[in-house]
């Protein structure tokens, strides 16, 4: 059973930066592709980022220039967030999924995520 563990929300003032951190454990051969995506209550879930375990990574337009994703080693993403807005408060999420079949993170979409972690707040304020 693969779990993901966040890490590296906060509380921070607009402009600044924070990183966020997801570990997935609980797998031993399966590759995976990883993604963020964050929630406000009310509103539907975004996909922000997704990384592949070859590198290559998807944006959204509303991050693009401002937040990067990357892999350290196989088992962990981070998300770095800077010139961050209002609007970015968020909680944040790390998901994944395995890369067979075709399935590749640059399909932002939740049901292409089937593993979740529980989520870590960002609170951006003025």
């Known amino acids: 059973q693969v779990q993901l563990s966040e890490s590296g929300g906060g509380s921070v003032q607009a402009g600044g930066s924070l990183r966020l951190s997801c570990t997935a454990s609980?797998?031993?051969?399966?590759?995976?592709?990883m993604g963020w995506f964050r929630q406000v209550p009310g509103k539907e879930r975004e996909g922000v980022a997704g990384?592949?375990?070859?590198?290559?990574t998807t944006y959204a337009d509303s991050v693009k220039g401002r937040f990067t994703i990357s892999l350290d080693g196989a088992k962990t993403t981070r998300l770095h967030m800077s010139a961050l807005q209002i609007d970015d408060t968020a909680m944040y999420c790390c998901?994944?999924?395995?890369?067979?079949?075709?399935?590749?993170?640059?399909?932002?979409?939740?049901?292409?995520?089937?593993?979740w972690g529980q989520g870590t707040q960002v609170t951006v304020s003025s």
């Open positions: 990384i592949d375990p070859d590198g290559t």
């Open positions: 998901a994944a999924g395995r890369w067979v079949l075709g399935r590749r993170a640059s399909d932002l979409s939740s049901p292409n995520f089937p593993i």
């Open positions: 609980g797998f031993s051969f399966a590759k995976l592709y």
